[in-house]
């Protein structure tokens, strides 16, 4: 984010309001829970932000079919499946950045509160000043700026600027934002599309844009009101919905019916984002290139997110890989990619890059561990750790307190000589773990250099090392992980003198 004092001020003040940490639980095929300090993690909110400009007038009608076209839109353009490794939800930054900035006691559950980050509560009957009213009334103003009074300044045949208002609607982040601004001495109002996310490709983008901007003067000519046509509620699940599953999701529409979001797209709502974009006069050649995206992508049923999610699973698939090379991958071949100009439902899927997985120097330990760790506590018995490593075909068993800081480590040799022991002396005793264990044993955060990792593991000849971060146990890395790196660094080798 840009270092203005603005962001500061509304980092520092959206933190006081959460009273503490900021919480973060997002579940989808995997499961995401973290605790942040400030709310930067909205950075990975990235959009493509469009504005459509109406009258006062026009406003309420163009507004409610914003509403209304979120979900299937969202379905269409959903981009963004994956957040720190974790596979999410299609569109996970809807999630994400409602939580960054959610002020909210967790404690009042009993009451409706909304979040900043929203998609809105109603319809909008008349006029855009419902909205402004609203959103006052809600959220408490967290920023001001210089004081102006508008109606002074109207009788003098100045336009008021209204900052004060700008300032807070700036805090308040609905997904269709009424927006109120002065071009040339002229003022406007502008519906501010926030849900669409950036990519996968730049012409990806502009055909969003196309079948958003499209649909919303096709409904237009074809409705007159469509508040009597479906519930609010509809269309806030269907968005919530297409955030959640992308082309997948089902949805109810203005016909009555329910749609699977790829049919509705492709049967009904292509035509009407061409029909609307004639009517604004847009050239014909664009748009049967853009919209064409938009149905090619549909019935291919490979949208950005598909699309990752896809290449992620080939690669596993593939095996010899693990899931940092994965994750860098992907990157390395999107970016290869979007240099192409091609729409993202043409790219083929990604697959893991010889560098990615060859390089050591510029890794990190979080790079090669394993997060998926099976621990015990120091009071089980060292019988069961002795079958949970013969089920799982480890070596190595660490052991943890209530609160998942690291207490000891066990290895399978310790394991051995333990049973060992039991068995010479001819006492059937139930041993502890904690009678075995490496009690503190020698850890490293995720952020080492994985040259250092090595390094401190043949210094301390040691087996595997504990990862641990802001005193909680999140991985383990061992002496097994590095040689299956050195083997296919030495492969590679061979194959590069061949």
Known sequence: MAPKPRYFTLNDTIMALKGGMAQYHIRGVDELFFQHDNIMVEGCNTSFQVHF?????????????????????????????????????RETRIALFQQAVDTRSSNLYLRDMSPRVHFGTEWVNDSVIEIFREDIARFRVIMTSDYEDPFEMLEKGEIPRLRALQLHNGTVYRWNRACY???????????????????????????????????????????????????????????????????????????????????????????????????????????????????????????????????LA???????????????????????????????????????VPKAAN?????????????????????????????????????????????????????????????????????????PVSAIMVRDPISVSPEMATIEAIGLMRENKLGALPVVLKGQLVGIITETDFNLLAARLFDDSIRGQA
């Open 314 to 352: 080939t690669m596993k698939r593939a095996g010899n890989n693990s899931r940092a090379e994965r994750l860098d991958s992907l990157v390395q071949e999107m970016i290869k990619y979007q240099k192409t100009e091609k729409p993202g439902h043409t790219w083929p899927l990604a697959e893991v």
């Open 53 to 89: 400009q109406v009258t006062p007038k026009t406003f309420a009608h163009y507004y409610n079919i914003a509403q209304l076209i979120s979900g299937p839109v969202l379905s269409v353009a959903s981009n963004s499946p994956v957040l720190f490794g974790k596979r999410l939800w």
């Open 359 to 431: 390089t050591i120097h510029g890794t990190r330990v979080e790079h090669f561990m394993s997060t998926d760790l099976f621990t015990v506590r120091e009071d089980e018995l060292v019988d069961f750790v002795a079958v949970l490593m013969s089920w799982q075909h480890i070596r190595h068993i660490l052991v943890e307190d209530d609160d998942h800081g690291l207490v000891g480590l066990v290895t399978h040799r310790s394991i051995l000589k333990a049973l060992t022991d039991v068995s010479h002396s001819g006492h059937d005793e139930d041993l």
């Open 181 to 311: 601004g002065i071009s040339g001495n002229k003022p406007h109002l502008r519906i501010e599309n926030r849900l669409l996310p950036s990519g996968p490709s730049t012409v990806d983008e502009i055909a969003n844009a196309a079948f958003w901007c499209g649909l919303m003067q096709g409904i237009a000519l074809e409705h007159e009101d469509i508040r009597p046509l479906m519930d609010f509620d509809e269309a806030k699940s269907n968005f919530i919905g297409s955030a959640r599953r992308g082309l997948a999701s089902e949805m109810d529409w203005i016909d009555g019916k329910r749609w699977r979001s790829a049919d509705l797209v492709v049967e009904q709502l292509v035509d009407v984002a061409k029909n609307g974009l004639r009517a604004r006069n847009v050239d014909e050649d664009d748009i049967q290139k853009y919209i064409g995206i938009i149905d090619e992508r549909v019935k291919s049923q490979m949208t950005g997110a598909q699309w990752q999610l896809s290449s």
